[in-house]
């Protein structure tokens, strides 16, 4: 089978997971949007700043390790070792500095969530490493069942102990529910399974290789989020709630059609390193599924923002003056990210780490300013600055590759 049926049959699955993930995200979204109020979002944005912060900031890179080498079994054990110790020193982390994050917010409705979200890291350590063996042997149909399972689940419990309750913890409860189903099922799906022994050798090669991977998830971590903390600590919980929401609407379901691509194209793309002609080839018509499939959401967003009043209810009317410019940052999000497969395919995660880079200082360049001046609307027209900024250096450096002589 050519490479052109295993994207065709790629895109499928992963596309159907992508639609489905976003369509019941969405309609989770209304629904806890309809029951909580914009600063209890606010609340729980903070907790998973605060988790995501320590996540990357410990990333190891182990998937991408894994699926680069041929044989990805004898580093499972090993993987698992370090996922496990990142996972304990991520909770204890947190456990600890939670008053201290709960204060830098002036939010202490969010320490009983930073709390219960610490748990979340823990059991994250134990899943099967293995997993990652369902992307890298193309097995998209089995990977639709195993993540359509835990989202059913995780959606399910938010849902439900968020209405019993009204309060965010319900949200909590659900992603801690996904996170236990993940783990047993992890044991179930693929093999081997991982032991308490981890070669030193194995070990310092994840390292190694993941030391790329690491800083661009730093820097990841700071574009996505870097305007998050400015609003909240800037303007507080509720404008936090209200952009938080803006952005998983407009920006998330138009990245995730970048991700659906890389997480399709990522292995493919190595499989044809050695081919540049159909490496070029590939990759042009990646890009080109990106933008057919982007445009209509960007249509969306900019053109009848006003839709999302009538869905969310009128304390959110101030989400539609961030929709337009929030649509646009997804969509050259979009493109960058679909872009990344071709970096980690050819083993330069440094070029994504210098592209986020490029993105964060322009973007901190005019953060503070506009946010003062335009609230979270300068914080939408900040973020977007950055990323337009880094589009060039992307380009350079996938035409660099795409040239380069085996």
Do not use: C
């Amino acid at each position: 089978m050519g490479y052109k049926k295993d994207v065709i049959k790629g895109v499928s699955w992963s596309g159907s997971l992508s639609f489905l993930t976003k369509l019941v995200g969405f309609l989770e979204t209304i629904i806890l949007a309809r029951i909580l109020a914009p600063e209890q979002f606010g609340s729980y944005g903070i907790a998973l700043l605060a988790l995501g912060l320590l996540e990357v900031l410990t990333q190891t890179g182990v998937n991408i390790v894994l699926i680069q080498e041929k044989e990805t079994d004898r580093y499972v054990s090993s993987a698992w070792v370090v996922s496990i110790l990142r996972g304990v020193v991520i909770t204890l982390v947190l456990l600890i500095a939670t008053p201290l994050i709960a204060n830098f917010f002036h939010s202490l409705s969010s320490e009983v969530l930073l709390y219960g979200i610490s748990i979340v890291p823990l059991l994250r350590g134990f899943i099967n490493p293995a997993v990652v063996k369902l992307q890298k042997d193309l097995l998209f149909g089995k990977n639709f069942w195993y993540q359509m399972v835990i989202l059913v689940v995780d959606t399910v419990v938010s849902i439900t102990v968020t209405y019993l309750t009204r309060s965010p913890i319900g949200i909590v409860m659900g992603l801690l529910a996904g996170v236990v189903v993940e783990l047993i099922l992890s044991y179930s799906v693929v093999s081997p399974r991982p032991n308490f022994h981890f070669e030193k050798i194995y070990v310092s090669k994840i390292f190694h290789r993941g030391k790329w991977v690491t800083a661009t998830a730093i820097f990841d971590y700071l574009f996505f989020n870097v305007d998050n903390i400015a609003v909240g600590r800037m303007l507080g919980t509720s404008p936090l709630g209200i952009y938080q929401l803006a952005y998983s609407l407009a920006v998330m379901p138009l990245l995730e059609i970048g991700n659906v691509f890389g997480f399709v194209v990522f292995p493919i793309f190595a499989k044809l390193s050695h081919d540049r002609s159909r490496l070029r080839n590939a990759f042009m018509k990646m890009i080109l599924g990106v933008v057919v499939l982007a445009i209509p959401l960007v249509i969306i967003f900019t053109v009848i923002p006003q839709i999302f009043i009538f869905i969310l209810g009128e304390k959110w009317s101030a989400i539609i003056s961030v929709l337009p410019i929030l649509s646009l940052l997804g969509f050259v999000k979009a493109i960058s990210t679909a872009s990344s497969a071709l970096f980690l395919s050819e083993v330069k995660q440094k070029y994504s780490m210098v592209i986020t880079l490029v993105t964060i200082i322009s973007m901190l360049a005019t953060l503070v300013p506009l946010i003062h001046h335009y609230g979270i609307v300068g914080a939408a027209m900040a973020a977007l600055i950055g990323s337009l900024v880094a589009l060039p250096f992307s380009f350079y450096f996938v035409w660099q590759l795409l040239q380069k002589k085996v």
